[in-house]
């Protein structure tokens, strides 16, 4: 509450915040989706109940109650739907102050407006759940002296930076994730389909602990890994294709987000090797413009010109102050998608893979940029995009878990068109209120993600590297220290780690 009496208005001596659960939605008639919780009420509460609210308020950051609103018990509808936990068990359950029925929403909120006129309202009118949406409406409609807030922002400001516990939590389900593919890897043959080994990793995680996948996975062979959000994995994979999965699964409401690239028959051809090579290079220099000691001096090795004058500038300093910057100085989600664009448009000239007349007519961070159009990162926890309100232009920190995928800068955007990170936790794209211009700190989750994507028709590059799509995805957390810890990093990644899961799997059978 803090923070929300800190951004309230000044003639506001009363807030009330509101976050609303998520509905359950159908497919048809009576048959439902998958319940997943609004990650918010889930994140406050730790209650997965459906068409259900929370009410904090309070007239000081040190004075508020939480009240939950929940249904009543129904005997007949728990006989189809499952316990209810009602009104009395709620309050101990969930560790909040009062439990009421959630019809009596609209009068609760009324009469705090009896009590306190001048106050400040929390609620994202977005919310996707129609009957609070109702219930806030009529009463904004009858509600004078007072003021209305979006609390998104807020609310991911905190998200974006784990707990001690949540980091326990993205460790493991990283850890699962990272066996998921291991499995997957041994499993791999021509002639099996996309389809079989989402199945197969689906199994292995679920197997391990985790609840649901964080995701629809892309499970691409050959030339439908340069789809980006390739979803329907029900092509034969053929001898000679690389196989492009990105994949993560859900614990607990934290979730992982890992992308590997490998060879269906089980051994890299010399210009796969080349191509992959080029991805890794990419993820592993982005992963040491994160790491504290060495973050600066990193950033004098990619960036140009102008960094290189405020390099100069740094030296002047004394000792002790150079030191201080060296370790504030580390890269926002945005410095490491710059790097990337110009990491790998570097690269695909260096290594002749696009041809002299392309190379010569174009910058090499647009050549990466066409090649990996994402982003190489993003936070991560409760949701696979996690924090999607907070900016990746802010400096990784301690706590914030993040991913890595890779994509001379024009080069490598036109090669690479998606961002090379974002933030991870409650959401794969987690804290989307969060911008990704803000330096990653401790307690950041994000991902570190690039790649690169020739299509079978590309006329740019060597026929020799056309239909290959490579993308490399790690889940990084920068500890308390500011350490980067790479979730995972038990995830075969190296061309011999790949090779040899497929060996052993292969001498087994």
């Keep these: 509450m803090k923070l ?76 189809w739907d499952g316990p209810r936990t009602g009104v009395e068990v709620a309050p101990k359950l969930f560790a909040v102050d009062d439990a009421h029925p959630v019809e009596d929403l609209g009068n609760f909120l009324q009469q705090i407006k009896f009590e306190h006129p001048s106050f400040c309202l929390w609620y994202d009118n977005t919310s996707y759940n129609e009957t609070t949406n109702a219930v806030i409406k009529h009463f904004l409609s009858q509600s004078g002296g007072m003021s209305w807030n979006v609390p998104k922002q807020l609310f991911h400001q905190l998200r974006l930076y784990k707990s001690d516990s949540e980091q326990e939590m993205m460790r493991e389900t990283c850890r699962i994730a990272s066996e998921g593919f291991k499995e997957t890897i041994g499993f791999s043959k021509p002639g099996r389909t996309e389809h079989e080994l989402f199945t197969k990793f689906d199994y292995e995680v679920r197997m391990r602990g985790a609840q649901i996948l ?40 934290y979730d992982s987000d890992i992308t590997r690239t490998w060879p269906i028959s089980g051994q890299f051809t010399d210009h796969q090797k080349v191509l992959y090579e080029i991805v890794l290079d990419t993820q592993l220099k982005l992963l040491k413009l994160c790491e504290k000691s060495d973050s600066a001096l990193n950033f004098i090795s990619y960036a140009g010109e102008k960094d290189q004058k405020e390099f100069a500038v740094l030296m002047t300093l004394p000792l002790a102050t150079v030191y201080n910057k060296l370790c504030e100085n580390l890269p926002s989600l945005d410095d490491l998608f710059s790097s990337m664009c110009s990491l790998i448009g570097s690269s695909l000239v260096d290594n002749h893979i696009v041809t002299k007349t392309y190379a010569a007519m174009n910058d090499c961070s647009y050549i990466g940029f066409k090649f990996c159009p994402h982003h190489s990162s993003h936070y991560l926890g409760m949701d696979v995009h996690d924090c999607a309100a907070i900016p990746r232009t802010i400096p990784v920190a301690p706590g914030v878990v993040f991913t890595v995928e890779p994509g001379k800068s024009q080069i490598g955007f036109k090669f690479c068109p998606h961002h090379s990170s974002h933030y991870l936790g409650m959401d794969v794209h987690d804290c989307a209120a969060i911008p990704r211009t803000i330096p990653v ?69």
């Design 214 to 253: 964080a995701y629809p996975p892309v499970v691409a062979s050959g030339d439908n890994a340069n789809v980006i959000h390739y979803v329907h994995n029900n092509q034969k994979c053929c001898h000679g294709d690389l196989l492009l999965m990105d994949a993560g699964c859900e614990l607990n409401g």
């Design 4 to 79: 929300i009496f800190s951004k309230s208005h000044a003639n506001s001596l009363y807030n009330i915040v509101v976050i609303p659960s998520a509905k359950k939605t159908y497919m048809t008639e009576k048959i439902p989706y998958i319940f997943r919780q609004n990650t918010d009420f889930f994140y406050f509460t730790g209650c997965l109940e459906p068409d259900s609210a929370v009410v904090i308020h309070g007239a000081s950051d040190e004075n508020f109650k939480s009240e939950l609103f929940v249904k009543r018990k129904d005997a007949k509808a728990e006989l």
């Design 441 to 509: 700190a401790p307690g950041m989750v994000f991902t570190v993600e690039p790649g690169v994507y020739i299509s079978k028709d590309c006329k740019e590059t060597r026929p020799e590297f056309r239909g290959m799509g490579i993308r490399i995805e790690d889940d990084i957390l920068i500890d308390k220290s500011s350490n980067v810890e790479n979730l995972s990093a038990m995830c075969p990644k190296n061309i011999d780690e790949i090779e040899s899961v497929y060996a052993m799997r292969k001498q087994s059978v």
